[in-house]
């Protein structure tokens, strides 16, 4: 399970450091896709064959395709190089607006990786209603 929150820079070559805590769970090689809210996921090898396996038991509808489209067409396998870097390639560094600074998150199955300005404003902007979003997810309805 991946938790917590770190910070590193994209170098001038659109390199960006994994944490080596973070590289040993994600193991040899990865997937690395746009993501939701403007940032990118990244997934290890295990946990995209789930998430392929439930694309396949999606309708044939129009929505269904487009998400699959929005998601699988942004894929790259990624290797960590000697320096614990990843390549991002530029239409996904475009995508989530990584600038210099970035953040990456644990998010359970998965790994976020947000601009740091994006996630602060992210933050920002919804941390007035995390204590409603919990009383939605976790309280049962009477």
Known sequence: MFIGEY?????????????????YELKE???????????????????????????????????????KRFLLSGATTCEVDKQGRINIPAPLSTYASLTKECVIIGVGERLEVWDKESWDNFIKENEDNFSDLADKLFTPNV
């Open 7 to 23: 910070h590193h820079n994209l170098d001038d070559k659109g390199r960006l450091t994994i944490p080596s805590k973070l590289r």
């Open 29 to 67: 090689d990865f997937i690395l896709t746009r993501g939701l809210d403007k940032c990118l996921f990244i997934y290890p090898k295990d946990e995209w064959e789930n998430v392929i396996d439930k694309y396949r038991e999606l309708p044939n509808t129009k929505d269904a395709r487009n998400y």
